[in-house]
């Protein structure tokens, strides 16, 4: 499949902001549901979801990554919510892999059903998986997430490793009183595992409103805690990374990781943001372009389609919307507010 041209004067420049950023990571949520109910997520009830009606079906995604294709979007992340609970993420998978010049394909998930979908996304053409994990104590688990699942998170990780994905990223969020002290078990267990662990700052994304920068765990006491048991030397970012690298050059497991080079990363959002080489843009489950995962602005794609607006119409929104992305999220400024959406229904 081939991405639709736009208008070829248009595009060379892609999606560039007033600041200079080129946009080229493209997080489309598939679903604001999820299959686990983490405490600094949402409550245990559950939250009201997205009627089917306002969710994008396959044909619409397909299209709008067209589009974002033809703007230079090189990367494209599958996100919810827990995608893996929307029925046919791999044919969706498959749609995408058509397009040329072919993207990126990753996926964020919590794994609980990918056991049994890990070599069917594999074969659609999915590159590779983030998990979820921040934890792997039974008790801790069903704790943070309210449900005993933590061996199908385990199976799932086997079973992408199985199945060729390359790297599987482990994103792990360490609270105080909960499971802070886990961080050095966490890592050697990755880098036994052959797993590329990476921490991140809990972020003001909560549907409870319920974040503390106060309580917050920060990358600096991360650090510090890993320090505890291991040798680490800091390498930097790698592009537009998130995570902030440090080579693990001695310390439990250190011996038993197969490749060249072992790691582990810290996405300090808060404590170390970097918004000034911010490429992503966000795509919600309703069809909801962000600029910023903190954003207060939304720019409605979805209604662009159903309204039947050109590819050429839904690009020029795009463009617009990009232009005006913030410099920064603020979140240390005075007045900062956290958006409405919480992350489920964002998506990560």
């Known amino acids: 499949m081939t991405a639709t041209p736009i208008e070829p004067s248009a595009t060379d420049s892609g999606l560039v902001d007033s600041f200079g950023r080129r946009a080229e990571d493209l997080r489309i949520s598939l679903t604001d549901k999820c299959s686990l109910r983490c405490t600094y997520c949402m409550p245990a009830e559950g939250l009201p979801w997205l009627a089917k009606q306002a969710v994008l079906d396959d044909d619409e995604i397909v299209r709008l990554a067209g ?19 929307r029925p046919g993420v791999a044919a969706l998978v498959a749609r995408l892999a058509e397009f040329r010049p072919r993207p ?13 979908q890990a070599e069917a996304l594999t074969r ?16 801790v688990f069903h704790r943070l997430t309210r449900r005993d699942r933590l061996d199908d998170v385990l199976a799932g990780l086997a079973a992408a490793q199985a199945s060729g994905l390359y790297p599987v990223k482990i994103n792990a969020v360490l609270m105080r009183e909960v499971n802070l002290q886990e961080g050095g078990a966490l890592l050697g267990w990755a880098l036994r595992g052959g797993y590329e ?9 909560d549907a409870q409103h319920a974040w503390s920068r106060a309580d917050m765990v ?44 072992p790691q582990v990363g810290i996405i300090a959002s808060v404590t170390r ?7 992503r843009l966000r795509l919600t489950a309703d069809g909801q372009l962000r600029t910023c995962l903190f954003a207060h602005v939304e720019t409605d794609l979805r209604a662009l389609l159903r309204d039947g607006a050109s590819d050429v119409e ?11 992305k913030p410099s920064g999220h603020g979140i240390t400024l005075p007045g900062f507010r956290q958006p409405e959406r919480p992350m489920s229904a964002i998506g990560g």
Do not use: K
């Open 67 to 85: 589009i974002f294709i033809e703007l230079g979007v090189s990367s494209i992340r599958l996100t919810g919510g827990e995608p893996l609970v």
């Open 104 to 116: 990126e394909l990753s996926l964020t998930t919590n794994a609980i059903a990918l056991a049994d």
């Open 124 to 139: 659609a053409g999915l590159d590779r998986v983030n998990v979820s994990l921040d934890t792997l104590d039974a008790g």
């Open 197 to 205: 662990l990476r921490f991140i700052e809990h972020m003001p994304l």
């Open 218 to 261: 920060t990358a600096d006491e991360i650090l510090q805690v890993l320090q505890a048991d291991y040798v680490l030397r800091p390498i930097g970012r790698r592009h537009n990374a998130p995570a902030e690298q440090f080579e693990v050059l001695d310390g439990p497991g250190r011996d038993q990781w197969a490749g060249p080079s």
């Open 273 to 279: 943001p970097f918004c000034r080489d911010c490429d």
């Open 314 to 324: 839904i690009a020029g929104a795009v463009r617009g919307a990009v232009a005006a």
